[in-house]
């Protein structure tokens, strides 16, 4: 096999780029970071030619993969030692569906507003704005009462889930980053504690 690390490109004040990288340290895989430094770039080969504009970026050699969950998935085949990951198609119920359409959902909102925001500069006033502001407001409400039941479902045997991963980076940058507030969502808060205690989560704080 071969040992020479993989890169992992993003941010790391990127919620998208973080969840890989909780599951490279999750799973042992040998990485390094290249860190994307202009977020208002129009050219495809500031992100290594993602067409998208977008991060995450995984590159091995010549191999390039976009994309947050291609990647996890990426980086749980290359992984030496087998781990138990729960991923979206392993769970058929409506509610889990929904919990994780409306964690990313979250996390595709909250980008859009920090990036209108501060980036292209919109006025706090826009249509747009308001309306993305108001369902990401509205999906983590649904996901304050939801979402404990959610992960009690999830398989007992079980080493890493995405749904808690992506839920543990949306919590953690709302924080980081904030847009709406999560600090009176008691159940979200208190799972962002649980998870933020590992040592993946540790070792990739947003920064």
């Known amino acids: 096999m071969n040992d020479k690390p993989l890169q992992i490109l993003g941010r790391t004040g990127s919620l998208f780029t973080r969840l890989?990288?909780?599951?490279?340290?999750?799973l042992g895989i040998n990485y390094d970071f290249v860190g994307l430094e202009d977020l208002a770039a129009l050219d495809p080969d500031e992100y290594a030619g993602n067409p998208a504009l977008r991060m995450?970026?995984?590159?091995?050699?010549?191999?390039?993969?976009?994309g947050s969950e291609?990647?996890?998935?990426?980086?749980?085949?290359?992984?030496?030692?087998?781990?138990r990951i729960v991923w979206p198609e392993d769970l058929d119920d409506d509610l889990s569906r929904n919990a994780h359409e409306l964690v990313w959902?979250?996390?595709?909102a909250?980008?859009?507003?920090?990036?209108?925001?501060?980036?292209?500069?919109?006025?706090?006033?826009?249509?747009?704005l308001g309306k993305a502001r108001a369902g990401l407001k509205g999906s983590l409400d649904w996901l304050e009462e939801?979402?404990?039941d959610v992960v009690a479902a999830l398989p007992k045997q079980r080493d890493l889930s995405l749904f808690e991963v992506a839920l543990y980076c949306l919590v953690d940058h709302l924080q980081f980053g904030p847009t709406v507030s999560v600090?009176?969502?008691?159940?979200?808060m208190a799972f962002a504690r649980q998870f933020g205690a590992r040592q993946s989560a540790q070792r990739t704080a947003f920064r």
Not at 56 to 66: A, Q
């Open 105 to 108: 959902h979250c996390m595709a």
């Open 146 to 148: 939801h979402a404990t």
């Open 56 to 66: 995450p970026i995984l590159r091995d050699d010549e191999s390039v993969l976009y």
């Open 183 to 188: 600090e009176n969502h008691q159940s979200l």
């Open 70 to 83: 291609n990647i996890c998935r990426s980086l749980a085949e290359r992984a030496k030692a087998p781990a």
């Open 110 to 128: 909250q980008v859009q507003i920090l990036m209108a925001e501060h980036v292209g500069k919109v006025p706090p006033n826009n249509v747009l």
């Open 20 to 26: 890989p990288l909780i599951f490279a340290e999750e």
